[in-house]
């Protein structure tokens, strides 16, 4: 049984400034497997931080808790305009995955925001809670234990799926869906037609696209994530998710591009350079697991 001591000592490392950020990641991620009110209090706290990488993680991290107690302090981070763009669109995404159609007004509301990155979360997030509702169907975590923008496609053949996700006169939805069921599928063909899309739509679209080709792991895909972070016009809000993603994958190639751009102008790439570095050693490591907070706090009784 986690006590709350244990939880603070593990939040309190989660809004020390003076803390690596790769230390304060991964009392993020031991909060969000705990949950619970007090789990949920010391990730708002860091809402105040200066980094919009950790702040974005933050607003993940509540939508896949599954809580309904995060919502007013998400709906706090979305309204907020002096918020990053990236951390207001990962509230956004956060509130729908959170299934509660009560935030529908807002997220309609903000469907029409000025800044594209958040606009276009929101109306994904709006059609997400419309589409649950409609099929009378539980969101399901997949493969992959989490919950995602938008439920997959029911096609299972790579080339009809590759076409849809490409195809940008279609609505984002239903590229979306098209994105979740390739990766479900997996395999190098799927991942193949997924890293097509790096190079398509909007900064939202293709940094999704970066998140799922990290959650496959997939050594097929370095070239175009690396190609994407060295990219230095692509979006920042891109690049951040292409290093995490290189960090997932955690092959040998992607080492020395990971270090290197440690040094980036942009602090969103840098950091994510040095959380993604840390991610790397997890992968290729002894440690049980990367959300250690826990299991560090007991081995130090």
Known sequence: MVTEKEIELIGKTLVDSGRPLKSRFRALFTLRNLGGPSAIEWISRAFGDDSALLKHELAYCLGQMQDERAIPILLQVLRDTSQEPMVRHEAGEALGALGNPEVLSVLKLYSKDPVIEVAETCQLAVKRLEWFQMHKAEPSTGPYSSVDPA????????????????????????????????????????????????????????????????????????????AALEDATESPMVRHECAEALGSVAKAPCLATLRTYTQDKERVVRESCEVALDMYEYENGADFQYADGLSKLQASD
């Open 151 to 226: 439920p997959p496609a029911p096609e299972e053949d790579v080339g009809k799926l590759r076409e849809a996700l490409l195809d940008e006169s279609r609505p984002l939805f239903e590229r979306y869906r098209a994105m979740f069921a390739l990766r479900n599928l997996g395999g190098e063909p799927a991942v193949l037609a997924l890293a097509d899309g790096l190079k398509l739509g909007s900064a939202l679209f293709r940094h999704e696209i970066a998140y799922v080709l990290g959650q496959m792991q997939h050594e097929a895909s370095i070239p175009q994530l690396t």
